[in-house]
C-alpha cells in the first residue's frame, strides 16, 4: 500500500504544482459580479508574481502536459520547451505584476477641457481564463474630464495590465472603465472591446468569423443618451 502511494504521488507531483500556481493567480481577486469599489481598493493589495520559484513551477507543470499528451519530453524537440512555454505563459500574464497607480505616475493634469477624449482602436490580447487560449482584439476607450485628463499612452497601458492576465472579455470591460474612473474622476467613462476568441475558433463550435463585443458606461455615459452616442459613433468612423 505504501508503495502505491509512493506511485500516485510521484504522477500528480506535476498537475498539483501546476494547480497551486493557477490558485495563486487568483488570490485575493474578485469575480465579475464584484462593485467597483471592491476592484479599485485591491490596487494596494496586489502582490507580485513571477521569479525563479513561479517558472520552476510552470516548467514542472509544463513538462507534466507534455507527458500527459503521451509525449517524450527527454526528446530533442522538446527538450527546452516547457521552459519556453513556462516564459512565455509569465510574459502573457505580466499583468500582474502591475498596478494603476505605478504606471500612472506623474500623468494626471489639471486641464479645463470638458469635451470627450477619445483612444480607439488600442491592441489587446489575452488569454481566456477557462481555456487558456488566447482572444484579442481593439478596444476603444472614452472619458469625459472633470478639471482633469491623464497622458493618452497611459490608457493603452492599463488595457495591458488587465489584458496580461487570464480573463473574460466581460470583466476586462469592467476593469478598465472602474481604473480610468478611480485615477481621474472624470464625469463619465466609455469602454467598448469588439474581440475573437480562440476558443471558438479553434475549438468547440470553431465559428472563424465569430466576433465578441461588450461594454461598460460609467457616469454621464451611462446617464446622457446623447453622450453615448457620440462616443460610439466616433468610434465607429
Not at 516548467?59 to 521552459?83: C, D, F, H, M, V
Request: aromatic share 8%; hydrophobic share 40%.
Amino acid at each position: 500500500m505504501e508503495y502505491a502511494k509512493q506511485i500516485v504521488t510521484s504522477e500528480t507531483k506535476g498537475v498539483c504544482c501546476a494547480k497551486k500556481f493557477v490558485s495563486s493567480c487568483f488570490e485575493g481577486y474578485s469575480d465579475l459580479a464584484s462593485e467597483p469599489k471592491k476592484i479599485t481598493v485591491q490596487w494596494k493589495d496586489e502582490r507580485k508574481r513571477g521569479g525563479e520559484d513561479a517558472l520552476a513551477v510552470l516548467e514542472e507543470a509544463y513538462t507534466s502536459i507534455l507527458r500527459g499528451l503521451g509525449e517524450n519530453p527527454e526528446r530533442q524537440g522538446l527538450l527546452k520547451t516547457p521552459r519556453r512555454a513556462a516564459k512565455a505563459m509569465q510574459f502573457f500574464t505580466k499583468g500582474y505584476q502591475d498596478n494603476i497607480p505605478d504606471i500612472l505616475n506623474d500623468a494626471l493634469f489639471d486641464e479645463d477641457h470638458d469635451e470627450v477624449v477619445i483612444v480607439k482602436d488600442i491592441d489587446m490580447f489575452s488569454l481566456c481564463e477557462h481555456h487558456l487560449v488566447p482572444f484579442f482584439g481593439k478596444v476603444h476607450i472614452g472619458y469625459l474630464p472633470n478639471k482633469k485628463v491623464v497622458g493618452l499612452s497611459k490608457l493603452a497601458r492599463i488595457v495591458e495590465i488587465y489584458s496580461r492576465r487570464l480573463q473574460v472579455q466581460e470583466r476586462l470591460t469592467k476593469q478598465i472603465a472602474v481604473a480610468i474612473t478611480e485615477a481621474l474622476k472624470p464625469a463619465g467613462v466609455a469602454v467598448v472591446i469588439e474581440a475573437t476568441h480562440m476558443c471558438m475558433v479553434m475549438r468547440g463550435v470553431q465559428k472563424i468569423n465569430s466576433k465578441t463585443m461588450t461594454s461598460t458606461m460609467l457616469g454621464v455615459f451611462r446617464e446622457d443618451q446623447r453622450t453615448r452616442e457620440e462616443f460610439l459613433t466616433l468610434t465607429k468612423e
